[in-house]
Each structure stands twice: as structure tokens, then as C-alpha cells.
């Protein structure tokens, strides 16, 4: 056996490097039934940093769904959809999400990344344009990358500069893309105005709904719903508000069929497990009942508890929405920021390049129709001490960072 030594492994020198830059990163330990309150390396905290808007990832109902779906369908989807992995409750959970979204038709990708990668590539080719707003997901960046189409990134929300990429003529299809919530900023993008774009340009509209489904518009069905617009092409995530995994894309029964000819992350791989699918139907039956709008409500009140909070004690001037960025910039400033709060009871993670743009470090917060009122508030006393200490304490200069920010 050849044992391998430290010091001449090619990896440890870029290691070292996003050491120095503050950009190493490291998984957390996690415990636990993720809610309200989470366990992060031991340590309960506070729970600002998941997806699990409307608290369902631990719903007895949703559970019960996995273990029942698990029972009839068996642990595994054993093969593609193309092939032998197309069973009744992949087929039952389309239905329900065609028409919960007034469409045609719906297809199921294993998660959100792939449905962006998959359709983007599927649908584009070197001939065409693609549209993409700079601050869209990994996702779509590797969909746009895949499609080998010109792209043109426009700046965040720029509707004069989507129309300057749209007038360009000589391509073959035309396609906007852009997310409705932004992930790492929480702010909305202007549909309407985009959807108009695309009609009197000819192109089409792709927009990923991952942090609006479930959560905006009625019966969650997302942003572009809660505005009227009816994008050509919608996904959305199940493993965000719905609590469960995986993710759908939305629209006609010709888009729907071309994407299941072209998607290679649907085509070449196993079909997400049958619990998982039999969870997210679940997920969807709360997210579209009464219960659902009792959770929405709940989320929508914390948003703007949260958001008047902030301006009170920290003078940070946000939009209400379940995703708030508290920017910091630097990132070594940022992950000491974040490590202080965990200290103090509250998992906020700090957000770095490349998942935002460089010097543009933050802490996201992400509230939960679960969090109370004096959740709300112990989160922003927290993050005010951390603000006032970083401010004062030599320690909390970047270069005396360690990076483990939520080690026990
Ligand atoms: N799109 C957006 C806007 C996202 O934020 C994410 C996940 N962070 C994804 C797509 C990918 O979704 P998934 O986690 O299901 O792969």
C-alpha cells in the first residue's frame, strides 16, 4: 500500500490558499430533526440557516407519508425514470404539482440543481442566447455553462439591460432566466416587467421559484403566481419550504416532453427514492391547506417582526422577506460574526465567495414560521453583542480568524 505524505499531496497548497483568503469551508455536524431549534456540532442553537421556511421537515404527517411510500414502493427507485424507475407515486406527485400550478404538465428532477442544469443545457444550444441575471444560482451558471449558448449576464434586476441582450437578433431561441427570491439577498425580482420583455422580444422565461414555492402567492404555488405572470418555464424545489428533496419544473405538455427527450440530469440518472416522493407529496398537501396559509401567515408576520427589529437595535435597513442578508463584507469579519452567534445560541452561517460576489460577505438569516416573537428578538440582541465585540476585540480582526466558526 502506498501511504501518502502530507506535505506532497498536490491538493494541500489551493488548501492552504483559501485558508489564508478566509474561503476554506467545512461541513457542520448536524443532529437531530432540523427545526426551530437545531444541533450544530453538539450545541443547540437557534435555527437561522435552513430552507425549512415553513417548518415541515419534521411534520409527523410528512414522516409518516416517507415510511408508508417506503413500505409500498420499496427503498429504492432502482433505475431511471426512462427505464424502471417511473412508478405510480413519481406519476401521482406530477399530477398534483400540474395542478396545484395550473399547467400541463410537470417533470420531477432528484433536486433543484439538477432541474436547472438539465433544462437549461436541454432546451439551449450554441445557436441560441441566454439571458442570466448575475446574481443567479451555481445552478443555472452550470446549466448556462453546459448549453455552450452566448450569455450574457446583465446586473442584478437590470430590466434596461435585459432589453439592450434582447434586442440582439441572429439567434436561433432567446431565454431570460432568473430566480423570483434571490437566495443570498431575499429580494424580489420584477416579473411583470420581465414577462413583458419576453413577449415583445420573442424569448422565452425561465424562473426559478426554489425560495418562493411554497412560501408567496396563493397556496404557495410562488411569486410569479402572487403577481400573475405565467413564466414559460417554472421550477421550484421540494427541499426548501416543502421540507422534503428534490424539485419540479413546470409548463406545457411540449416543453415537459422536450425536457424528458433532453435533460441529461433526468435521462442518466436513478429517479429520486419513493420516499422521498411520497414525502413531498405530503408536503404539498399541507403547503396547499388551510394549515399551509396558517404557516405562511406566521412567516409573513415574523418577516416583518424581524425586519423592523433590525432597523430598532441595529439600524440595518432591509427588505422584509424569510431571507435577510445582514452584510459584513469582509469574510474573515464575517465567519468571527457568525462563529459569536453560534456562541450565543443563534446558527446564522456566514455566506462568502463564490456564492456571493467577492467583498460582499454576509451572515443570511432565515426565518421559519416556527420562530416566536422572542426568538426574533434574542437573534437580534445576539447578533448586536457579536457586532459591538467584533467591533472592539483585536481577535475579531480577519487576519486572526479560525475558520472553524460553529466548532464545539
Ligand atoms: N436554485 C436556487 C435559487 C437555490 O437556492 C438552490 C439551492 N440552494 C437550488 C436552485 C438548488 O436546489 P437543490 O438544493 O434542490 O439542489
Not at 410528512?62 to 424507475?85: K, N, P
Amino acid at each position: 500500500m502506498v501511504s501518502l505524505r502530507a506535505d506532497i499531496s498536490p491538493w494541500t497548497s489551493d488548501i492552504g490558499d483559501l485558508k489564508q483568503k478566509n474561503l476554506y469551508r467545512h461541513m457542520p455536524n448536524i443532529s437531530g430533526i432540523p427545526g426551530r431549534i437545531i444541533n450544530v456540532n453538539g450545541r443547540e442553537a437557534l435555527n437561522f440557516s435552513s430552507n425549512n421556511y415553513l417548518g415541515l421537515a419534521g411534520h409527523p404527517k410528512i414522516i409518516e407519508a416517507t415510511v408508508r411510500s417506503v413500505r409500498e414502493f420499496g427503498a429504492g427507485s432502482t433505475a431511471s425514470r426512462l427505464i424502471a424507475g417511473n412508478t405510480e407515486i413519481h406519476r401521482e406527485l406530477e399530477r398534483f404539482i400540474a395542478e396545484w400550478k395550473g399547467v400541463e404538465a410537470t417533470v420531477l428532477f432528484g433536486s433543484g440543481y439538477q432541474a436547472n442544469v438539465g433544462v437549461i443545457s436541454g432546451l439551449m444550444g450554441p445557436d441560441d442566447l441566454i439571458v442570466s441575471d448575475e446574481l443567479n444560482h451555481a445552478s443555472i451558471i452550470d446549466g448556462c455553462r453546459l448549453a455552450k449558448s452566448r450569455v450574457i449576464v446583465y446586473p442584478h434586476s437590470d430590466l434596461n439591460r435585459v432589453e439592450d441582450a434582447l434586442r440582439l437578433s441572429g439567434f436561433r431561441r432567446k431565454l431570460v432566466v432568473t430566480e423570483s427570491v434571490f437566495s443570498m439577498d431575499g429580494d424580489r425580482a420584477p416579473l411583470q416587467e420581465m414577462d413583458s420583455l419576453c413577449r415583445k422580444w420573442g424569448a422565452s422565461l425561465m424562473v426559478d421559484e426554489a425560495h418562493a414555492s411554497g412560501v408567496l402567492g396563493p397556496h404557495g404555488q410562488g411569486l410569479a403566481s402572487e403577481m400573475g405572470v405565467i413564466p414559460e418555464i417554472q421550477m421550484g424545489t421540494l427541499g426548501k419550504a416543502a421540507g422534503t428533496s428534490g424539485a419540479y419544473v413546470a409548463g406545457s405538455k411540449s416543453l415537459i416532453e422536450l425536457i424528458v427527450n433532453r435533460a441529461r440530469s433526468l435521462i442518466y440518472t436513478t429517479a429520486a427514492p419513493p420516499g422521498t416522493i411520497g414525502a413531498a407529496l405530503e408536503a404539498l398537501k399541507i403547503v396547499t391547506s388551510p394549515e399551509g396559509d396558517e404557516r405562511r401567515s406566521r412567516l409573513a408576520r415574523n418577516n416583518e417582526m424581524f425586519n423592523s427589529l433590525l432597523y430598532q437595535e441595529l439600524s440595518i435597513d432591509t427588505l422584509p422577506s424569510h431571507i435577510v442578508p445582514v452584510m459584513i463584507g469582509d469574510s474573515g469579519r464575517t465567519m468571527s460574526i457568525s462563529a459569536a452567534c453560534i456562541g450565543g445560541g443563534i446558527f446564522a452561517h456566514g455566506i462568502r465567495f463564490p456564492t456571493v460576489p467577492e467583498g460582499t460577505a454576509r451572515l443570511r438569516f432565515t426565518l421559519m414560521s416556527d420562530h416566536t416573537h422572542t426568538d426574533l428578538k434574542k437573534a437580534v440582541n445576539i447578533l448586536k453583542t457579536a457586532f459591538e465585540n467584533s467591533r472592539n476585540d483585536p481577535k475579531f480582526t480577519a487576519s486572526a480568524i479560525d475558520h472553524a466558526q460553529v466548532s464545539t
